[in-house]
């Protein structure tokens, strides 16, 4: 009994040992990387530095484990489907708008579509993901020159029926899907300029979120004039 005690003690410092031994090998790899502090990483450095935890993704790092899975974010990132988007793209190239690629995603798709934007890019448009497109991802090449996705609503701007859209209607990206993904990517709202001299008044948001489970890497939320947030 009492050497099968020792024998187990024995175990359990081996198996503490080889965990130090990852942490401590990780920040090793991180302070080789020049100039480079954590959240500056790619995320491809993530994602390796967890696949001992089972995770094909940094989505998955908290869903997919043994202890806590979710099973449908697990099966939609079994199955994904990557979209380029750059606005020099030709027809036959691929999409040239963030709103064109998300429009052709099926509705209540079980698939993660990951929307690769170029770095550096400034994306002149005002996007929504709906309800009906889950397991969204929009991320920049080049995380370290983020893609910029701008517009310029504020809550006074009249829409379609005539009426001001209020602060609900006037984000810039607007997210009611549930399992979104961002990651390197800026978020504007440049309205405040353009009120200067207009004279307008009103809120104007970068960002609204609706949906559950969205998750936020490295992004930045520049609102306009008092903007506000959801």
């Given at each position: 009994?009492?050497?099968?005690?020792?024998?187990?003690?024995?175990?359990?410092?081996i198996?503490?040992?080889?965990q130090?031994?990852?942490?401590?090998?990780?920040?090793?790899?991180?302070?080789l990387?020049?100039?480079?502090?954590?959240?500056?990483?790619?995320?491809?450095?993530?994602?390796?530095?967890?696949?001992?935890?089972?995770?094909?993704?940094?989505?998955?790092?908290?869903?997919?484990t043994?202890?806590?899975?979710?099973?449908v974010?697990?099966?939609?990132?079994?199955?994904?489907?990557?979209?380029?988007?750059?606005?020099?793209?030709?027809e036959?190239q691929g999409?040239?708008?963030?709103?064109?690629?998300?429009a052709?995603?099926?509705?209540?798709?079980?698939?993660?579509?990951?929307?690769?934007?170029?770095?550096?890019?400034?994306?002149?448009?005002?996007?929504?993901?709906?309800?009906?497109?889950?397991?969204v991802?929009?991320r920049?090449?080049?995380?370290?020159?983020?893609?910029?996705?701008?517009?310029?609503?504020?809550?006074?701007?009249?829409?379609?029926?005539?009426?001001?859209?209020?602060?609900?209607?006037?984000?810039?990206?607007t997210?009611e899907?549930?399992?979104?993904?961002?990651?390197?990517?800026?978020f504007?709202?440049?309205?405040?300029?353009?009120?200067?001299?207009?004279?307008?008044?009103?809120?104007?948001?970068?960002?609204?979120?609706?949906?559950?489970?969205?998750?936020?890497?490295?992004?930045?939320?520049?609102?306009g004039?008092?903007?506000?947030?959801?």
């Amino acid at each position: 009994m009492e050497s099968r005690r020792k024998n187990q003690q024995k175990t359990s410092y081996i198996v503490i040992s080889i965990q130090l031994l990852a942490a401590l090998l990780l920040l090793e790899l991180v302070s080789l990387v020049p100039g480079a502090s954590c959240e500056e990483l790619p995320l491809d450095f993530w994602v390796s530095a967890l696949r001992g935890v089972g995770a094909k993704d940094v989505s998955t790092a908290d869903g997919c484990t043994k202890k806590n899975k979710d099973t449908v974010l697990c099966s939609a990132q079994a199955n994904t489907v990557t979209n380029f988007i750059n606005p020099t793209n030709s027809e036959e190239q691929g999409y040239r708008t963030i709103g064109e690629s998300i429009a052709n995603i099926p509705d209540d798709s079980t698939k993660r579509y990951i929307l690769i934007l170029s770095g550096g890019t400034v994306y002149r448009e005002k996007v929504l993901v709906s309800k009906s497109k889950p397991f969204v991802t929009i991320r920049s090449d080049d995380p370290i020159n983020p893609a910029i996705i701008v517009w310029n609503d504020t809550a006074a701007t009249l829409g379609k029926d005539s009426k001001p859209l209020g602060v609900d209607g006037s984000s810039t990206m607007t997210v009611e899907s549930d399992y979104f993904i961002a990651y390197g990517v800026v978020f504007r709202n440049d309205a405040a300029a353009a009120a200067k001299k207009k004279k307008a008044e009103g809120e104007a948001p970068a960002l609204r979120v609706l949906g559950t489970k969205a998750t936020f890497y490295n992004c930045t939320i520049e609102g306009g004039q008092g903007a506000l947030y959801d």
